[in-house]
């Protein structure tokens, strides 16, 4: 019995069962997912708080203890929705890798296009995925730009501190004193931070501080040199601060900005033939967030609707369509992915040099 490799359930099934692109933000910071029966998704958002019972004497028997206060939330997530087109010059042209002779048949061909076609589509949604945890991490907010829609989804974030002495003030500069007040700021939620992220010419600065020297318990450091573990995907682990439990890492995840005018091509506009998106760090420079690994957070998915193949609870939706004049077959994974924070004070953005930094204060 043949098998109809585009059949939604089949190509799901393929979706879920493919290797996941490797990501730091959101792995770190956003491993639960929760799925929405609707396109819209109900969140709350509270403040941090440390209330303790209050003591009682036993005539009076118990004290009204007020509930912490809370937001509640309902958004529709932006559809992402990216598609390839498959044509008959498609099934004809050999694949990259494929042999000179004695290759692929078009049926044979088909398939191994879809597959790659799925892999891509499903890692330009991870990719969008760690944007949007980057800008809710670094900014509080997440700007959604798109064909159709400007929006800015905005937490309430109120965490971002300008340090008092920027840290390429070697000498001046206390960073080891900036990062103790964000632990403590952080410890003021009833969470303990353990992990600084900035990009690496920022931690680069930051390692370079006098005052730092002879603190940093670097994992590799021999005779005063420093050798940072660089990991995969643009991670470099630079060490452990034993002072205060804070392991440093240097992220140089970037992104291509399809949604904005690139500022070196002004007169080709997003979408128009031969523009040139501008790439960008996902980590704006200058900005250290310190973070514990177990602050509450939380993946939100919104359902996908569709007329032709139905109503679908999950991350990931893909979808074949075909066009007869001309003849084209067309396949897309559609995704409503909103990464949450269930408490917006678990987590502190250090601003570090000033004006040099690519993005000022909120």
């Known amino acids: 019995m043949a098998v109809d490799i585009y059949k939604p359930q089949f190509m799901i099934r393929m979706v879920e069962q493919m290797p996941p692109l490797h990501t730091f933000l959101k ?39 007020e ?13 992402v929705a990216p598609k390839r087109v498959l044509t008959t010059d498609d099934l004809d042209a050999r694949l990259p890798g494929e042999a000179l002779f004695n290759g692929l048949r078009p049926g044979q061909r088909q398939i191994e296009l879809l597959q790659n076609d799925l892999i891509e589509l499903d890692n330009a949604i ?9 800008k809710l991490l670094c900014e509080g907010r997440i700007h959604v730009v798109g064909e159709g829609i400007d929006e800015m989804i905005d937490f ?7 340090v008092d002495v920027p840290w390429d003030d070697f000498v001046n500069s ?35 501080n006098r005052k730092l020297k002879e603190l940093l ?32 890492y240097g992220y140089n995840g970037k992104y291509a900005d399809n949604d904005n005018p690139n500022p070196d091509y002004p007169d080709v506009q997003p979408g128009d033939k031969g523009f040139v998106p501008k790439v960008h760090s996902l980590i704006t420079k200058g900005r250290v967030i310190v973070a514990s690994t177990s602050m509450p957070t939380a993946m939100l998915y919104g359902v996908i609707k569709d007329l ?3 109503n679908f609870m999950r991350a990931r939706v893909p979808k074949q369509w075909d066009q007869q004049e001309p003849s084209e077959r067309y ?14 004070d678990t987590w502190v953005v250090l601003d570090v040099l000033g004006d040099e930094s690519d993005g000022g204060s909120l």
């Open 67 to 79: 509930r912490q206060g809370y937001k509640t939330e309902t958004y529709k997530p932006p559809l």
């Open 27 to 65: 792995t770190t910071f956003f491993n639960q997912v929760v799925r929405f029966p609707t396109e819209s998704v109900t969140f709350d958002v509270k403040k941090g708080g440390m209330s303790m019972a209050p003591f009682v004497h036993s005539r009076i028997g118990s004290v009204v203890l």
């Open 156 to 162: 309430g974030f109120e965490n971002l501190i300008d």
């Open 308 to 310: 032709q193949i139905g």
């Open 331 to 344: 396949v897309k994974i559609s995704s409503r992915p909103l990464p949450c924070p269930k408490d917006i």
């Open 126 to 134: 991870t990719r969008r995925e760690e944007w949007m945890c980057a």
């Open 217 to 248: 318990d670097i994992k590799n450091f021999s005779m005063g040199i420093i050798a940072p573990e660089i990991q995969r995907n643009g991670v470099t682990y630079y060490g452990f601060l034993p002072e205060c439990g804070l392991y440093l």
């Open 174 to 208: 206390d960073p080891m004193q900036d990062l103790n007040m964000a632990i403590d700021k952080i410890a003021e939620t009833g969470h303990s931070a353990n992990i600084a992220i900035a990009d690496n010419e920022t931690m680069r600065i930051f390692i370079r």
